[in-house]
């Protein structure tokens, strides 16, 4: 029995599933989930000691690899000065600079813990902004876990097949609308159906939590016309996109803005974050500026800010995104060469540092085609990569990452590793 199966049957006795988030138990894979005992540059180690190369990356925050040695020295001597004030301090009004610099749209910013309070906050800002109460998200898209959002949700909950979650009130549930990805007919005919009780529309910009899946042309274009038009709040939720596909995030990328835009993972450096930001006549009404409340005891808490300042600094300095590029291109296209020479017509989608390998052959536009994905193929290929010492998201919808700390060396490995893992999927 290794060490991971040993701490996992402890696990299963004090922890939901043995895990502190769902989607880390393997259970769409099979097998029980490796324990990791410490990471550096572009490798984890499981409680044996046995190193990967790591493509979940802590589903994002890693973009500069694990125990970058900026950020730890950085947060060795933030330790030393304290670790929590509940007051503020000058990490916080750095970090907003840093945002505000990086994202345009972002005219006043607020910190949080996780990418699940600045969604939920955001969406209650926008209902105190406009009066009203429904707001649209799209099927397969994955926003954390606040009731609004447990409905047709993507990454865990869809992993696990849980439509909708249990627990979230019916009038809660009535009030998020349901839209198809990348087709900008079905939100129209929401807006029609809902005249002037529409507050906000929430979408990933490019959508990570079904596996990679780009916005068609237009599609962010016409969400920003028919919100300015019907007076919702466009909220762009980029905590997996935000600083990932480009300094900007994704509406750098497309050049569409938001009104509202939120934030998590990398700008905690692995720490936990979050953060809301956006339009200033939106951001005042947020308490004490204005009456819509929201707080939080480490908000803004000076070692989160410490590794996600250090994180920032890194990734702004000139040619990141290109060296980025450049290897994330590598990558994916030695995963496609093999896919054609294996004569294969499964899909790698990919934008910047996020990609995904899909095993279908038809269209990969939205939820309902991505479901026509073979789950047990999928299996099949995670558990022969982890064989060869590849650790990808155990999830067909999910994103891969690549970070700066990924040498050649190691995507060749996972290049001629995949190749093996798909003759292994697909000829069993
Ligand atoms: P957190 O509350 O997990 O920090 O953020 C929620 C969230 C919000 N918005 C988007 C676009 C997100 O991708 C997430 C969280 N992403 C998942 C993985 N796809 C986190 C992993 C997990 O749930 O364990």
């Avoid at 701490?7 to 299963?12: G, T």
């Avoid at 599933?17 to 099979?30: C, E, K, M």
């Avoid at 606040?146 to 009130?169: C, E, M, N, R, Y």
């Amino acid at each position: 029995m290794t060490r991971s199966e040993e701490l996992f049957q402890q696990a299963l006795h004090l922890i939901p599933g043995g895990v502190n988030s769902p989607v880390r138990a393997f259970q769409a894979v099979g097998g029980g989930p490796l324990f990791i005992s410490r990471a550096e540059g572009s490798k984890i180690y499981d409680a044996d000691g046995h190193p990967y190369i790591d493509y979940v990356g802590s589903w994002g925050p890693m973009i500069l690899g694990h125990a970058n040695h900026y950020v730890i020295a950085a947060l060795q001597k933030a330790c030393e000065r304290g670790t929590s004030f509940g007051a503020p301090t000058e990490l916080e009004l750095e970090m907003a600079l840093l945002i505000t610099k990086s994202v345009p749209s972002i005219e006043k910013v607020r910190m949080v813990n996780s990418g699940t309070e600045a969604t939920l906050s955001a969406i209650r800002l926008a209902r105190a902004f406009t009066k009203r109460d429904k707001i649209i998200k799209f099927e397969g898209c994955y926003h954390g876990h606040a009731d609004s959002f447990l409905i047709a949700a993507g990454s865990g909950v869809a992993t696990l097949g849980i439509p909708d979650s249990p627990g979230v009130p019916k009038a809660v549930a009535a009030d998020t609308l349901v839209a198809e990805y990348n087709n900008l007919e079905s939100v129209h005919e929401i807006a029609k159906k809902f005249p002037g009780e529409i507050a906000a529309l929430i979408i990933e910009p490019i959508a990570g939590n079904m596996g990679v899946v780009p916005p068609v042309p237009g599609f962010l274009e016409g969400l920003r016309e028919l919100c300015t038009r019907e007076g919702i709040v466009l909220i762009f939720d980029e905590v997996m996109t935000g600083f990932r596909v480009a300094l900007g995030g994704a509406q750098a990328l497309y050049g569409v803005h938001p009104d509202l835009t939120t934030l998590g993972k990398i700008i905690g450096g692995g720490m936990p974050v979050g953060a809301y930001g956006g339009r200033a006549d939106i951001m005042s009404l947020i308490a004490p500026e204005g009456p819509v409340y929201q707080a939080g005891t480490l908000s803004g808490n000076p070692l989160a800010m410490t590794a996600g300042i250090e994180t920032l600094k890194e990734i702004r300095k000139p040619g990141f995104y290109s060296a980025l590029e450049i290897k994330s291109a590598q990558l994916v296209e030695g995963m496609r060469e093999n896919l054609r020479a294996l004569n294969l017509k499964f899909q790698v989608a990919s934008v910047g540092s996020m990609f995904s390998l899909f095993f279908t052959e038809g269209p990969i536009t939205n939820w309902r085609e991505i479901n026509q994905c073979n789950r047990a193929l999928f299996s099949t290929y995670f558990r022969a990569m982890l064989e060869r010492d590849i650790y990808l998201a155990p999830s067909q919808f999910e994103a891969g990452f690549i970070s700066i700390a990924h040498t050649d060396e190691d995507i060749q490995k996972t290049i001629r590793a995949q190749r093996e893992a798909l003759v292994l999927a697909t000829r069993t």
